[in-house]
């Protein structure tokens, strides 16, 4: 048995930069961090004592598929088949948080899935090499739009400033600040589910059509990054600057599709404002998901009360990035499956004989 655990993570500033119509003509930037709400993929290959069926698959339904091909999950199913994983296999997955929710859900569950099937086969992959290949998953094989930072964040973990070149490769740079500092931003943050779910590839096929009529407002995100930075890792900056920025690149990121908010999405914001935030926006593509706020300590309790037809989810950051966190192999020798094959055809025989003689 292979246990993966992927953070989900929260895009700060610099979305929009990471989008191959972007990044490739001005290079991308972005700051995220990863929180302890994670998604887990467990996977084995299947012991040698279920004849009716070959494969098992649970995710929000439970498949038996005989064949690879006929997996209805699209992420396993192309995964599987890009591994030329042709045994016999078990995959579960189970998640924190709901998915198609601004958090990066999906690039978490492919990072751990991609890890655990290097660890069943008994091979490592390196951080990089995992962030890269999950991009290829998304982006490429099942030819989903969107940019590449959520995948980079969940396999690396932390708070980083991400920087993304003109040809796709990237850097991952930690932002050094204290603990103390770093639990202030904590403590400063308020997260609710906005209790709708979303394509975040739909959402995001408007916004790459969109990049070059956006182009002033992705730069202004883009810069951004950096500003905030600085904030963070000086030590006698005003930690509330970082809200009132989360304030700014949400105005400038609804305004680069009319999909990424909506009047309903609109109305909680501005809830939030009025209770006390100093800023906050949509994580993720935007549609819906999961909201973001900034607010101080003696704000909070107003916001949650004003809030409180939403599920609050309270989180700590996560330093960990994706990772195996239990590694127990066991291989079944094909053999096994031919003379299990063999008894299962001779009780048939044995059973279909004794009806007849009936």
């Known amino acids: 048995m292979i246990i993966t655990r992927t953070p989900y993570r929260i895009s700060f500033f610099g979305g929009g930069s990471d989008y191959h119509t972007w990044y490739e003509q001005h ?4 700051l995220s961090i990863t929180i302890n709400h994670y998604n887990y993929i467990s996977c084995r290959y299947l012991p040698p004592f279920h004849a009716e069926y070959h494969n098992r698959i649970a995710w929000k339904i439970l498949e038996y598929p005989k064949t690879v091909d006929d997996i209805q999950h699209n992420a396993i199913r192309a995964a599987l088949k890009y591994y030329n994983v042709t045994r016999g296999i078990e995959i579960s997955n189970q998640c924190d948080l709901p998915a198609r929710s ?11 899935l991609i890890e655990s099937i290097y660890a069943l086969k008994g091979e490592m992959i390196t951080k990089y090499g995992l962030a890269k290949e999950t991009i290829k998953l998304e982006r490429e094989i099942l030819q989903e739009n969107g940019g590449i930072q959520d995948q980079i964040a969940a396999v690396y973990g932390g708070l980083n400033h991400i920087h993304i070149n003109n040809n796709g490769s990237f850097s991952v740079n930690p932002v050094l600040i204290s603990e103390k500092r770093k639990s202030e931003l904590n ?3 308020l ?19 969109s990049t070059k009529s956006n182009t002033e ?18 030590p006698t900056s005003d930690m509330n600057d970082f809200g009132r920025m989360l304030h700014e690149t949400w105005m400038l ?10 009047s309903f999405i609109d109305e909680i914001y501005q809830t939030g404002l009025n209770n006390g935030a ?8 935007g549609g819906g998901g999961f909201i973001l706020f900034y607010a101080t300590p003696d704000k909070q309790r107003a916001i949650k009360k004003s809030l409180r037809n939403l599920i609050h989810v309270p989180f700590k950051f996560d330093d960990q990035g994706s990772q195996i966190i239990y590694y127990a192999p066991k291989e079944y020798h094909p053999s096994a499956y031919e003379k299990l094959d063999f008894i299962h055809l001779q009780q048939n025989k044995l059973n279909q004989n004794q009806g007849e003689s009936r």
Do not use: H, P, W
């Open 253 to 262: 990121k609804r305004s680069l599709t009319d999909k990424i908010s909506t």
């Open 187 to 189: 403590d400063n943050l």
């Open 102 to 112: 601004g958090l990066g859900s999906s690039s978490s569950f492919c990072a751990g």
């Open 27 to 30: 290079g991308g930037d972005i």
């Open 191 to 209: 997260l609710f589910f906005t209790g709708v779910a979303r394509t975040s590839s739909e959402i995001a096929e408007k916004q790459v059509k």
């Open 217 to 234: 407002q992705i730069t202004r995100m883009q810069q951004m990054v950096g500003e905030a930075e600085k904030i963070l890792t000086s």
């Open 278 to 285: 100093l800023g906050g926006k949509i994580l993720g593509a």
